[in-house]
Structure formats: C-alpha cells, structure tokens
C-alpha cells in the first residue's frame, strides 16, 4: 500500500552551451556541465517511476534562477519531502546550497545534506581544514587565487601534485593534465583552470596508489568499491577524471572501471571504514553520502573528497554499492527519502507540542 504522502523531484535544468558559467560565459564549461546534468535528467523517469510504487503523489520540478517561480511551484503542489537532486543552478555550483536553503527557509524538509554541508563540502579548502582538524588524513595543499600571482617557491609541496577547481564536482575540470611533475607545468595547467572556469583553484599533493570510494547510507557502511585503471596508458595519470565518467569512447572512460566490493584485507577494509565514517561525521553529513580516498604505498587512507548528495542514478557507484549488500535500487530511493519523511514527523510533532 501506498504511504499518503507528496514527493517533489527538485533538480537543476542542463545549461546550454551559451550559458553563464561561474559568473562566466564559457562554451566549454557550460558543455561539461551539461553532459553530467543531462545524465541525470535521462535517469529522472526512471526515478519517478521507482518512487510512486512507494508514495501516493510524485512530480518533479526543474529550478532555475527565477527564485519566485521556484517558490510559486513549491507552494502550488506543497509537498511532504523534496527529493533534492540539485547540484548547481544554471551553471553555477555555489547555488545548490543557496537552493537547499531556500528549500529549508520555506519549511520543506529536504533529502540528503543540510545546506551548511553542501557549501562546506563544495569548498575543497574547507573540506581538508575541518578534516584536518579532526586528525583525518587528507593530502597537504595549498589555494591558488584565481587573480593572484605566485612564485614556485611559494609552492613549499612535494611534487607530483594534482591540481583541482576549488568549487566543483562531477569531476569538472579534471584530466590528464591535472596531474603536474614540475613548476612549469603547475602554471600551465592553473593559468587553463583559472582563465577556462573562472574560479580559484586548490593545489595538492598527488598520492600515487590506489582509488576508493566509500558509500555510507545513513551512517551505513556499504561495501567499498576500488577505481581500476587496469589497461590505461602509461603517460595517463590514474585519476578519475571527467571524461572518464562522463565521455563515452575517451580513453579514460574506456580504462575507468569500478570493482564492488574492493579486495581489502579485513583490517585494511576497517581502517578505511573508520575514516570514511570520521569523514562522514566531521563533515555533519545525512542520509547518503561518498568518501573518495586514495591509499598512500604503506597503505594509508588520505580522504581526497567528501561527497555529499552523490550521485545515485541506477548505474552509478552509489547504487552498485548499495546493489552489493542487497538493496535494490527501489528500496535505495525509497530509504533516501523515508529519512527526509522521518525528520519531517519529528518536527510536525515538536511544533505541535508547541
């Protein structure tokens, strides 16, 4: 039987090549935003589908900047729980926590990450300063303003390093030149990031071992998967970069391929576990979320990103985890969004006891 109660699918329409990107009109950044938000937008049937076996309304809502006809919308159907599936708005990645807080400022209880943990964890800087206060192992690094110029003796890391946009995910801004052996191709690929997206960039030291991604499921640890890069081409970095996520027939979406579960020897497999679940809780994560770390060669875990509302389309990571300890993708979405339909109880029955 159906639970009596409205779901509202929010997400962020594709931009267009032509649209403002960061601030800044781009054509090739507006192209590798629309490539990840087109690929949910094709996954968005088949979640609609996947919730009205659960719940007794589902629709679905594409926000923009126009703030009053996203207010005017919200109101119009005045649903239970959104289901937040917005990562940026018209380009521009600071908006999904401006959203998420919209949401909230309007009384919706929301799916996923507070606002505050979507703004903190979208700033890389941030992410590794509350890590480290923690004592969670995360590479060293240093920012790079976008405007300001610096010396290579500034630099004071150990090369390789990788160099990253400081507000992005999707793996925007990644490829095989991210990954920098000296000074001189450090300017070159920070000059291409600053001028291309507009935006400063983080500089960190590259640990050169093994990728894997943790996926935890209202603090449930599901079983952790490895990035192999078996067959890439030597002069390509292991990386995950944005081709290989997001462009079919590239050479790195050929040589991507995630194994669930890793192979971990059992006290390896908990040690990152523990980690991941630090990372998680430092970072004031809910209901889902991805811990990306790289094993260092005396295999030690180094949190390179903390995801927060990952993506949970039914061929991504999230869900082959979820997959390989048994939840099937219905009963994935179903859980999301019955954690957001118990916060909301337990605030209607807080208000009432008034």
């Given amino acids: ?52 076996k659960y719940f007794s309304e589902v629709k679905s809502l594409a926000v923009d900047k126009n703030v009053q006809k996203v207010i005017n919308n919200l109101n119009a159907f005045n649903p239970d729980v959104i289901y937040n599936f917005v990562e940026s708005v018209e380009g521009i990645s ?10 909230e400022l309007l009384g919706y209880e929301i799916t996923g990450c507070s606002p505050i943990t979507l703004g903190n964890c979208l700033n890389k800087a941030r ?96 079983p952790i998967s490895e990035i192999s890069f078996t067959g890439l081409p ?4 292991s990386i995950v970069t944005y081709d290989g996520k997001w462009t079919e027939g590239s050479v790195y979406y050929n040589y991507t391929k995630p194994v669930c579960p890793a192979e971990l020897p059992e006290r390896l497999r908990k040690k990152i576990q523990v980690t991941a679940l630090a990372s998680y809780d430092a970072m004031n994560c809910r209901d889902y979320a991805r811990i990306d770390i790289r094993l260092s060669n005396d295999d030690e875990p180094y949190v390179i990103e903390v995801n927060p509302n990952p993506d949970i389309s039914s061929d991504s990571g999230f869900a082959r985890a979820a997959a390989a300890d048994g939840i099937s993708y219905d009963d994935l979405l179903y859980t999301i969004a019955n954690f957001a339909l118990i916060r909301k109880k337990k605030n209607d029955s807080k208000a009432k006891a008034g």
């Fill in 1 to 52: 039987m159906k639970e009596n109660s409205k779901i509202l699918i929010c997400y962020n329409s594709p931009v267009s090549v032509f649209s403002v990107y960061n601030g800044k009109k781009n054509d090739e950044s507006a192209k590798a935003n629309d490539l990840s938000e087109n690929n949910f937008v094709n996954e968005l049937k088949k979640v609609e589908l996947s919730l009205s």
């Fill in 234 to 237: 030597e002069e390509f970095p």
């Fill in 127 to 222: 992410t590794k300063a509350i890590l480290k206060s923690r004592d969670i192992l995360t590479p060293e690094f240093r920012t790079l303003k976008k405007t300001k110029r610096f010396t290579e003796k500034e630099i004071k890391l150990d090369y390789p390093l990788i160099l990253k946009l400081m507000n992005e995910d999707a793996s925007i801004g990644i490829s095989e030149f991210s990954v920098v052996k000296n000074y001189s191709e450090l300017r070159k690929q920070f000059s291409f990031l600053a001028e291309t997206y507009n935006q400063d960039v983080i500089l960190e030291e590259y640990i050169q071992g093994r990728e894997l991604n943790v996926a935890i499921l209202g603090g449930r640890l599901l």
């Fill in 94 to 103: 600071a908006y999904e926590s401006y959203m998420a807080g919209l949401f």
